[in-house]
C-alpha cells in the first residue's frame, strides 16, 4: 500500500487558448476528480511565443516559467481540443518549446494522460491519436486506453462536477489509473507503509 508523503504533482495543459474552452471545463472537471490523489497546477500555454530555433541561446521568459513547471510536474494531464482533426497550433507550439533545447526535453520520461473533447461525435480522438504519436516519439509515458468526450452543454456545471454518471465513472476511471502511474512512476513522493 502506498502512503503519499505529499501528493503527486500534476501540470495540467489544456490545449485551447479560448476564454470559454470546453477542454478546460473538462480539465477543471478531471482535477476535481483526482481530488486527494494529486495536486494539479495549470501550465499556462497562450502566452508562449511562436517557437524559433533562434531564441534557444536565451529562451523567452514564458518559455523558461513553463519549462520549469514541467519540471516539477510529476506527470502531466493533456486535455486538448481537435483543430482540423489535429492537434491545435498553440498546443504544438507548447510542445516544440517544451521539447528544446535539444537534450533537455521536459516530457522524456514523464508519465501523461491525454484526452479531450470536442462538440463532434469523435470527441476530438484524432487530435489525440496525433498527439500520442508525437508525446511518444518525445519519450513520454502515456496512460493508456482511449478517453473521447463528446461535449453536451450540461456535461460539466459551474463547480466542475459531470452530470453525467456513466461519464463520471468512465472519466474517474482515467484519473484513478492516472494517479496510481504517476505515483508508481514518482517514488520521491511515496513511501511504502508496512501495511
Ligand atoms: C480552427 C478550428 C478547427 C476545428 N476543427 C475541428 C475538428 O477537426 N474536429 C472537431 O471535432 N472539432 C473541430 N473544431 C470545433 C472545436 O471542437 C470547438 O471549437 C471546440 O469548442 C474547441 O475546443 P475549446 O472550446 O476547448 O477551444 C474546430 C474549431 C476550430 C476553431
Not at 503527486?8 to 477542454?23: E, H, M
Not at 519549462?67 to 493533456?78: F, M, N, Q, T
Request: proline letters at 6%; zero cysteines.
Amino acid at each position: 500500500m502506498l502512503n503519499p508523503v505529499h501528493l503527486p504533482r500534476i501540470a495540467v495543459i489544456v490545449g485551447s487558448n479560448r476564454r470559454d474552452s470546453i477542454n478546460r471545463k473538462l480539465a477543471q472537471a478531471l482535477v476535481r476528480l483526482g481530488a486527494g490523489k494529486f495536486e494539479a497546477s495549470f501550465a499556462r500555454i497562450d502566452d508562449l511565443p511562436m517557437y524559433n530555433q533562434d531564441n534557444e541561446g536565451n529562451l523567452p521568459p514564458a518559455v523558461v516559467r513553463f519549462k520549469s513547471e514541467l519540471a516539477r510536474a510529476d506527470g502531466v494531464l493533456i486535455v486538448t481540443p481537435e483543430h482540423d482533426r489535429s492537434i491545435p497550433a498553440v498546443l504544438k507550439n507548447a510542445i516544440d518549446w517544451g521539447a528544446r533545447p535539444w537534450g533537455k526535453s521536459s516530457w522524456t520520461g514523464k508519465p501523461a494522460f491525454i484526452t479531450g473533447t470536442s462538440p463532434g461525435a469523435i470527441g476530438s480522438a484524432l487530435a489525440q491519436q496525433h498527439l500520442r504519436s508525437v508525446m511518444t516519439g518525445l519519450g513520454m509515458i502515456l496512460l493508456g486506453g482511449e478517453a473521447y468526450v463528446t461535449f453536451k452543454p450540461n456535461l460539466i456545471d459551474e463547480h466542475g462536477a459531470i452530470g453525467d454518471d456513466s461519464t463520471n465513472k468512465f472519466l474517474q476511471d482515467f484519473v484513478d489509473r492516472f494517479a496510481h502511474l504517476v505515483t508508481r512512476l514518482a517514488p520521491a513522493t511515496v513511501e511504502r507503509s508496512a501495511a
